[in-house]
């Protein structure tokens, strides 16, 4: 495998935080560790296949209403003048017009159910943070009303992974906002040069990492045909979660105890992870698997499968 072309080293105007010196890894959520996009339409496919079988809804009618209900749902995720079901049941009920409104309550039940069966991250992925978590503080960071995001967090057992998540819609403030890493830094008791941070979004996760001047960013695109280069670079490009380790190497021996790290610069390391090359020279953070098995702890590249399959 060319690991040249999986680890894109990209920003070399910036002078990153050494790997050795990284104690938290800051995680996005939609569309980082959730497919958040691709899941729900996969859903609303479900849904209307599902409603069409079960309540004899002419699959065009069901297809339609289920992607109307999609697409004016993601317009408005959260009402707050109601809770969740009640916003979500009357997109139903407007989606699913007269003639079948009388359902909307249990096919929000069915979407509820189909939505979090596909958004549930992939074992591969599980695996991943708990390995992470071994060595580094884990942070999730997601920008979003509160109660939709609490809500994803709670149903796919997130709130088990992390060692601080904080959730936009409960602040004055979002990504890129540095405020906001800043208070997970807060929360993890690590300064923010210390932190990576791995997200989907250039404009809130890469360009909020710079402006609160985390030690490094990591960039993993949605797959969008016609999407423009990055602006700002970030430091690294990956494709999947999975990539992380070409990053941050091999699990670091004599080196278990997480707290050791907190606050504190790492020195003395015996092994020195791969770090991000200069321009123009072979990259090293590729070196580590280019000749030798990817560490046990993570699952080989590849093995991570989508959530919505
Ligand atoms: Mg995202």
Not at 159 to 183: N, T, W
């Amino acid at each position: 495998m060319d690991t040249e072309t999986i680890v894109i080293p990209s920003n070399h105007d910036r002078e990153r935080t050494p790997i050795a010196r990284i104690s938290a890894i800051l995680f996005d959520l939609d569309n980082t560790l959730i497919s958040t996009r691709k899941s729900d339409v996969i859903t609303t496919q479900k849904v209307a296949e599902k409603i069409s079988r079960e309540y004899e809804i002419p699959l065009p009618v069901a297809k339609q209403a289920s992607e109307t209900f999609l697409r004016r749902f993601r317009r408005c995720v959260e009402n707050p003048m109601m809770t969740l079901e009640e916003w979500r049941i009357l997109l139903w009920v407007n989606a699913l017009g007269e003639e079948y409104d009388d359902l909307a309550e249990d096919i929000y039940v069915i979407w509820k159910r189909y939505r979090y069966r596909n958004l549930t991250p992939p074992e591969s992925t599980l695996k991943i943070l708990r390995s992470l978590r071994k060595q580094y503080q884990l942070a999730l960071v997601t920008n979003g009303p509160s109660n939709s995001q609490w809500e994803k967090i709670k149903e796919l057992g997130l709130e088990d992974y992390f060692d601080a998540i904080v959730v936009s819609g409960d602040l004055q403030y979002e990504k890129p906002e540095p405020e906001i890493f800043h208070r997970v830094c807060d929360n993890l008791g690590v300064r923010s040069f210390e932190c990576l941070i791995v997200g989907d979004r250039i404009e809130t996760d890469i360009k909020g990492g710079y402006a609160a001047e985390l030690g490094i960013t990591v960039w993993l695109p949605l797959d969008e045909p016609g999407q423009l280069p990055p602006d700002p670079l970030p430091d690294y490009t990956i494709r999947d979660i999975s990539e992380l380790q070409y990053i941050l190497g091999r699990p670091r021996k004599n080196d278990s105890s997480k707290s050791k790290r907190l606050s504190k610069p790492n020195k003395g390391r015996t092994s020195t992870p791969p770090g991000p090359n200069a321009p123009g020279t072979s990259a090293s953070v590729s070196d580590e698997t280019s000749s030798e098995a990817a560490p046990e702890s993570f699952p080989a590249s590849g093995a991570v499968s989508e959530t919505e399959d």
